[in-house]
């Protein structure tokens, strides 16, 4: 099984809606991550969270809201989705201090209409 | 802002040659890590060289890091098809809690 996980893998939804995007891990690591990419543009983080009780904004927040229910999930939601977030939305995690490295999910491929 | 650059944007090389892609970054680092992402997945951390460290090694790939140019390079050497992917660098600067910052990446074909 995968170590991070992310649901839905791909969704379509119109302007306007509320959508969650949702992120899970098996890895036991306390710090998880939300990022956006779009072609060429590479990655931006979105927000990150050190632990259950640390939810921090990152360079793109505007537009974006986390929850972290638990160590393990870390969920991503755009409260009125526009075109512009149309995106590839990647959840990561990773142990604490400067000599770990990140882990990936799968990623979500979100189209706003 | 993006912290790294890396260049090229493109590269197209045959299989068995060396692939040489360079990262430049803009402050100081803790570290700076290497990511494979093979078309639309994740992203696959491939190496990572600490600010103290000049030259590092695994497998095929050679990555050296240079923090008077604030400039590190990946080198793949004897590159095959399957190392087709877009390479990104990432930085964790000093005082951002470890929190990466990463390039918009270089696409690198290797062609049968």
């Known amino acids: 099984d995968a170590d991070v996980t992310q649901t839905p893998r791909n969704r379509i939804t119109k302007t306007g809606k509320r959508i969650m995007l949702e992120c899970s891990q098996t890895?036991?690591?306390?710090?998880m991550y939300w990022y956006r990419q779009d072609p060429g543009l590479g990655l931006r983080l979105i927000y990150y969270?050190?632990?259950?009780?640390?939810?921090n904004k990152g360079e793109i927040s505007d537009g974006y809201s986390v929850s972290r229910q638990a160590q393990a999930k870390f969920s991503l939601s755009l409260e009125s989705a526009i075109p512009n977030q149309t995106a590839l939305y990647f959840c990561?995690?990773?142990?604490?201090?400067?000599?770990?490295?990140?882990?990936f999910g799968p990623g979500t491929r979100l189209t706003v209409t | 802002s993006q912290q790294g650059e890396e260049d090229p944007q493109a590269l197209s090389i045959q299989e068995g040659e060396n692939a040489t892609m360079n990262c430049s970054y803009k402050t100081s680092i803790n570290n700076l890590q290497w990511y494979r992402q093979n078309s639309g997945r994740g992203l696959v951390h491939l190496i990572l060289?600490?600010?103290?460290?000049r030259e590092k090694h695994s497998g095929r790939l050679r990555v050296t890091l240079d923090t008077s140019k604030k400039s590190s390079s990946l080198l793949i050497t004897a590159s095959r098809a399957a190392d087709t992917a877009s390479y990104f660098c990432?930085?964790?600067?000093?005082?951002?809690?470890?929190?990466?910052?990463f390039g918009k990446g270089t696409l690198l074909t290797v062609n049968p």
């Open positions: 990432a930085t964790d600067a000093e005082g951002s809690n470890y929190k990466l910052t």
């Open positions: 969270s050190f632990d259950v009780k640390d939810i």
């Open positions: 990561a995690t990773s142990a604490a201090g400067s000599k770990y490295e990140q882990y």
């Open positions: 060289i600490r600010s103290n460290e």
């Open positions: 890895k036991g690591h306390d710090r």
